[in-house]
């Protein structure tokens, strides 16, 4: 039986800030972590993939770890990107409701600096911080971390590349008396290194459900195709899960741009999400995905962190992510919280191979996706035609007179006469092309 957040030893008003939020029962990886935290003076690495509830299991602690009464900063968290930050400081805002005293900023790039400099001026105690960011703040001394003596890497193997670079620096300007806490979906070589180069010899260590086939509502598909029919099979796909949402991950900003432009002009309801968009983009096309207003989102890896819905139907592999770790990752945006969902894998025939690697790597069983045959997919253009004419604005620019000649021409006709003659003149156009 799991125990409550009470008995992990989380206090009063940090219970009725979750309580209202309907957390009631604890996560594997939030039982399992929180008295650590609480109770231990040792360094922590927690291992747990994507959607298990890490953001609570260290930021209930931290929160009630914090010294209202001292105004330094106490806490710092890095994550890797923005999205990620964002999130991450939401959450803490809300689990700290009734904790009043308790001051907590978010510095992410991609927004002015100015604001944030202003904003640590004043006493603050969690400070959430992308590496980029926070160096470039340390460098104008507008913030000081002498005295802070908790440190979380969240989502560490997602910037292992970027830490490398920059955590001498930041770790230059902390105490060396602190307590780090890592948290991470996978651990390569690098983050093993990273442990033993920045964190103390006496460590905890937790692993929860790494291996990404301990989500049984996954469903792990697999579709092969010739290069020429890939967008069209993904967009059979697509309206298999018409009112749907999900993610599409590419492998690079250009090939996000490329899809994102493809989709629109078949009319799908989609954004564009990387690292070269200006973060007010960014938020306004997360907004718009939360609301539902869009129903697909096409990304990089990266920027797909800090992406936490519940409700996500499905995730596509547009094209199919270079290491095991990474598919752990992307696949984990859907099937949460029990719900059902479907990752469906996009292949040419030369990454068969690569795609059994993964399978055997991760303990997975891909299933066939049935690819749709040249008539299904021809029905599917005509379909994505009929909704391209429905959403086409009249051409203001036509004369009045030419629209009345064009008019007495089908007048005659009724709707259904001039739909079938309509669909009849695209096969006729469509087979002249394929002809």
Known sequence: ????????????????????????????????????????????????????????????????????????????????????????????????????????????????????????????????????????????????????????????????????????????????????????????????????????????????DLKINGNNEIDHQYVVVEPIEKLDVLMHFLLSKEGQQGIIFCKTKAAVNKLAKNLAINRFSSGALHGSLTQPIRDRIMEQFRNGHINLLIATDLVARGIDIVDLSFVVNYHLPDVPDAYIHRSGRTGRAGAKGVAITILQKEEIKDLELFQAELGLNFKKYIKPDSKSLEDNHLYLWSKQIFKTKPNQSISPDLKEKIKTIFHHLTKDELIEKLIANVYSLNNKEQS
Do not use: W
């Open 1 to 208: 039986m799991k125990s409550s957040f009470s008995e992990l030893g989380i206090n009063a008003p940090i219970l009725k800030s979750i309580t209202e939020l309907n957390i009631t029962i604890p996560t594997e990886i939030q039982e399992k972590t929180i008295p650590v935290l609480l109770n231990k003076k040792e360094d922590f690495v927690g291992l747990a993939k994507t959607g298990t509830g890490k953001t609570a299991a260290f930021g209930l602690p931290l929160i009630q770890m914090i010294d209202a009464e001292k105004e330094h900063i106490q806490a710092l968290i890095i994550v890797p990107t923005r999205e990620l930050g964002h999130q991450i400081f939401k959450a803490m805002q809300t689990f700290a409701k009734y904790s009043p005293k308790i001051v907590i900023a978010s510095t992410c790039g991609g927004i002015p600096i100015k604001p944030q400099i202003e904003q640590l001026l004043s006493p603050t105690h969690i400070l959430i911080a992308t590496p980029g960011r926070l160096i470039d703040l340390i460098q104008r001394k507008a913030v000081q971390l002498d005295q802070t003596n908790l440190l979380v890497i969240d989502e560490a193997d997602e910037m292992v590349s970027i830490l490398k670079e920059s955590l001498d620096e930041i770790v230059s300007n902390l105490p060396k008396k602190r307590r780090t806490f890592l948290f991470s979906a996978t651990m390569p070589g690098a983050i093993k290194q990273l442990i033993q180069n920045y964190m103390s010899k006496s460590i905890i260590e937790l692993s929860v």
